[in-house]
């Protein structure tokens, strides 16, 4: 027998993208956001004094809950802050699987999910989208205690709207929470949070990581009714998100000003790159997020990914049968656009 237990020693573990040491490369990998957070939270970082590191911090960032709950026009009680937006999947997963208790989500979507199922040993469902990345109408009979729709989804960048997640959340009301991962909703025409004040099963997670510009922070949350939070609470670390990110993440949250500049660009930016890359002969359907999801119908994404990286610009590529014909972009500034766009046109003319 082995030191771990049997389903540990069997998994891989999550494979996050690649971090180059290098400042100059084009980092197009792990959607960050390109531009730099609000200079009010990095202002408010600074100033986290010697006495607010020696202690602990407020176990449930009450600030930040108070200051979002405002922004966002719910309760306080509404809201678990968490050490970015990964934690809370693990914190559901952890509240509500076992090795009985089964998890649900459609595919291709984040590959934390299964990991996470692998981790906790409970049974994973996963129920493929079509071709046009619809809701599976499967998940509504899944039998599955907690079910995951990440939405806008990554890797497509494709939206479910609202009215069609309120049915699902109807369909399994009493049987399973819906977990909405918004991570990505900023860049989006729409969002479910609404949800939360209609029905006691759906969680909406958000993470300060892409539209606030704050991944190395870390800092995320939970929206849910009171009574999602309190179970949720008896499951988080006791202190899980530390004094300088609940400083930084208030004060980014309170720059809305800021903040929506940034996702003006960021659109902008996005229908830049998902124009050239059509006319460089790409399949980019319309994405909700900071990110595009490219089908190079000329060449093999696998090696389209090879030469930028000789270049040093790095996109996502996975060599899973689903979405192997394809590269996930993020959308980053002008500047490293228009690189990826002329280092894509000498590549695909040398074939
Ligand atoms: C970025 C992201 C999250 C949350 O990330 P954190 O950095 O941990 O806040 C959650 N889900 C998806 C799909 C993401 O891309």
Redesign the pocket.
């Known amino acids: 027998m082995g030191y771990f237990r049997e389903n540990i020693e069997k998994m891989a573990g999550y494979e996050p993208g690649f971090q180059p040491k290098d400042a100059d490369a084009v980092k197009l990998n792990t959607?960050e956001n390109p531009y730099p957070p609000s200079p009010k939270a990095i202002e408010a970082i600074k100033n986290i004094t010697g006495e607010q590191l020696r202690r602990y911090p407020q176990p449930t960032a009450d600030t930040f809950r108070e200051t979002a709950a405002e922004i966002l026009g719910v309760e306080a009680e509404n809201i678990i802050c968490?050490?970015?937006?990964?934690?809370?999947?693990n914190m559901t997963i952890r509240a509500f699987c076992d090795e009985g208790r089964s998890v649900a989500y459609p595919t291709p979507?984040?590959s934390?999910c299964s990991v996470l199922a692998q981790i906790a040993n409970c049974p994973a469902v996963e129920i493929p989208f079509d071709e046009e990345f619809n809701l599976p109408a499967k998940l509504a009979s899944s039998g599955a205690a907690l079910t995951i729709i990440?939405n806008p989804?990554?890797p497509s960048g494709t939206f479910i709207p609202k009215e069609e997640l309120s049915q699902l959340a109807e369909e399994l009301k009493g049987k399973s929470i819906v977990l909405i991962?918004e991570?990505?909703v900023d860049f989006a025409e729409d969002n479910c949070l609404e949800l939360i004040k209609k029905f006691d099963n759906v969680i909406i997670?958000r993470?300060?990581?892409?539209g606030y510009s704050l991944?190395g922070l870390?800092?995320?949350f939970g929206i849910a009714n009171e009574k999602i939070i309190n179970g949720l609470n008896k499951v988080k670390d006791s202190y899980n998100v530390d004094a300088a990110a609940i400083a930084g993440a208030t004060a980014a949250i309170e720059d809305q000003q800021y903040f929506k500049n940034n996702v003006k660009k960021i659109k902008i930016e996005r229908k830049f790159l998902t124009e050239k890359l059509t006319e460089l002969g790409f399949e980019v359907p319309a994405s909700q997020t900071n990110f595009v999801f490219a089908k190079p119908l000329k060449m093999r994404a696998i090696d389209i990914y090879e030469k930028l990286k000789d270049r040093n610009i790095y996109v996502r590529y996975w060599a899973y049968p689903d979405i192997k014909d394809k590269l996930r972009i993020t959308v980053g500034t002008g500047e490293q656009n228009e690189k990826l766009i002329r280092a894509l046109k000498e590549i695909l003319s040398e074939g």
């Open positions: 959607n968490v050490n970015g937006g990964d934690e809370l999947l979507t984040y934390l990440c989804n990554a991962d991570a990505y997670l993470t300060m990581s892409k991944a870390r800092f995320g």
